[in-house]
């Protein structure tokens, strides 16, 4: 399966936006899909993660409650709407697509990456 992340951009702190990961190549229903970010220096770190079936999804503790990620079948893509931004939300994020749950959530070397999109968040 071929991932592209889309939806970045240059946003005001507080302000909306939606990334999305659409797939090719294969159904991404197939898949646990996580979204990941990398800020300049810093590890990256899986942000938000949904199964399969979209049954069951994890956050980050840093975007509980801001962060909801979400599979649209129909476009074959997986979305994460994210509000309120924050400035230490900056960062290249990433989705990533693995037939096992477990290789997502404890951000192992998932199968499938995305190219990423550069999310700038100005104060």
């Known amino acids: 399966v071929q991932l592209q992340a889309s939806g970045g951009g240059l946003v005001q702190a507080g302000g909306p936006l939606r990334l999305s990961c659409t797939a090719s190549?294969?159904?991404?229903?197939?898949?646990?899909v996580g979204w990941f970010r990398q800020a300049p220096g810093k590890e990256r770190e899986l942000v938000a993660a949904?199964?399969?079936?979209?049954?069951?999804?994890d956050y980050a503790d840093s975007v509980k409650g801001r962060f909801t990620i979400s599979r649209d079948n129909a476009k074959n893509t997986v979305n994460l709407q994210i509000n309120s931004l924050k400035p230490e939300d900056t960062a290249v994020y990433y989705c990533?697509?693995?037939?096992?749950?477990?290789?997502?959530?404890?951000?192992?070397?998932?199968?499938?990456w995305g190219q990423g999109t550069l999310v700038t968040v100005s104060s």
């Open positions: 990533a697509a693995d037939s096992f749950w477990l290789r997502i959530v404890t951000n192992s070397r998932a199968d499938y």
């Open positions: 190549g294969r159904t991404v229903s197939n898949y646990a």
């Open positions: 949904i199964s399969q079936s979209g049954s069951s999804t």
